[in-house]
């Protein structure tokens, strides 16, 4: 794969990058939701016990099941003695009774809101049946999802051996469950809920503070897990996600979750990169038709900058000029990396805007003329030069 690119900045005058903030918190990371960029972190691919930020991924998979019309809102579940709250002495629970029903809707709720154990498995059974069954589908999702250092073992997150997550898996979880169904993620925000004449408060202290805008996401706590917090806000029509784990008491999950938000919004900024007209050209496909297929970004090409340092972003552009028909839509064609101080902060897939399918030999015989030539030629060509990204806010 190779480009020609054409400028490069002067680092002379360079801006040191933004110094991450010390956050005590066994793990934790601020991610942009827009691009997905781990931002800063500590420990962030180390396994920690979940607590309740499991709850997450049991409401990602309640979520699906109602997008997909598999459950309704509507639905009565009968409380099985599994589900009965005096199961879970100790511990956060909707108190819920054997025999009650009690709907989908209001069980939500009782997860998202009052963090209920009991909720967690009367929601399970009815989705799938049993718990057990249930957790096969939340490790499914967390495959499909990348959450590569997660397993399940419950769908409610107190301890047990095993189960596991990670800062930067909760994260892609929450990032998924932000992107995928916007007509749940708005109960994250909700402060109180009131099931059998009992007012619960969401543990989320950070809804309460009117000083930054968050709107979500999940705390937790085991003796084993210690206290986290998943927490996103939105600014300015930006929104970045923050999690700790690990830390000393609920007060400091908080203050530490909206110190790592504060800086995160204070010194970032997502953009979208703007390319020349002679980057991005369509892209020439051998033996295909058409012979050359327009190109695209991966996610949107949204990258997430230091703000002070945006003017001195440089990029590098690598085609791939060997490309063979037949190409389908979304086939990953090249990338494009972005650079600060000539270190890589930023990496997109370029991907196949159309399809190239294998054309009649007639009219691709002049291909296996020069389709040697031009490979002689990129190998002797093949490292591409830096060039200056202008950008849009985004």
Not at 264 to 282: N, T, V, W
Not at 307 to 321: A, D, L
């Amino acid at each position: 794969m190779s480009t020609v690119t054409l400028l490069s900045v002067d680092h002379t005058h360079a801006e040191p990058l933004p110094t991450q903030p010390e956050i005590a918190a066994e793990a934790w990371l601020l991610m942009s939701y827009e691009s997905g960029q781990v931002i800063a972190g500590d420990n962030i691919h180390k396994p920690h016990a979940p607590a309740s930020l499991v709850k997450i991924m049991t409401t990602y998979v309640v979520g699906r099941e109602l997008e997909s019309g598999h459950i309704h809102d509507e639905d009565l579940v009968v409380i099985s003695e599994n589900a009965w709250g005096k199961k879970f002495p100790g511990s956060s629970k909707m108190f819920l009774n054997v025999g009650d029903e009690v709907s989908v809707k209001h069980l939500n709720h009782g997860v998202i809101v009052s963090s209920g154990n009991d909720a967690t498995v009367a929601l399970a059974e009815h989705v799938a049946g049993h718990q057990s069954a249930f957790v096969e589908m939340m490790n499914r999702h967390a495959e499909r999802l990348g959450m590569d250092n997660s397993y399940f073992t419950n769908p409610h997150g107190l301890d047990a051996d095993e189960q596991a997550t990670t800062a930067y898996d909760i994260a892609l979880l929450t990032r998924a469950l932000i992107q995928d169904l916007p007509t749940i993620y708005p109960l994250f925000k909700e402060k109180t809920f009131t099931f059998g004449k009992i007012k619960q408060g969401n543990r989320n202290a950070l809804l309460w503070d009117t000083t930054i805008n968050v709107d979500g996401v999940k705390t937790g706590y085991t003796k084993q897990a210690g206290y986290s917090l998943v927490s996103s806000a939105e600014q300015n029509g930006e929104r970045l996600i923050a999690v700790v784990l690990g830390t000393k008491s609920a007060t400091t999950r908080r203050t530490e979750s909206k110190k790592l938000l504060t800086w995160g919004f204070r010194f970032y900024q997502d953009i979208e990169p703007q390319f020349s007209g002679k980057e991005l050209a369509p892209l020439k496909v051998w033996y295909g038709s058409p012979s050359a297929i327009n190109l695209t970004l991966e996610d949107g090409g949204v990258i997430t900058v230091p703000r002070r340092q945006r003017k001195q972003i440089e990029h590098k552009i690598y085609y791939n000029h060997d490309l063979e028909a037949p190409v389908e839509i979304g086939q990953p064609v090249g990338r494009v990396e972005w650079y600060l101080n000539d270190e890589i902060i930023a990496e997109r897939a370029l991907l196949a805007k159309e399809a190239s399918v294998e054309a009649p030999w007639y009219k691709t015989a002049i291909d296996s003329v020069w389709r040697p030539v031009n490979k002689w030629f990129t190998e002797q060509n093949w490292e591409p030069e830096k060039t200056t990204t202008d950008s849009a806010t985004h």
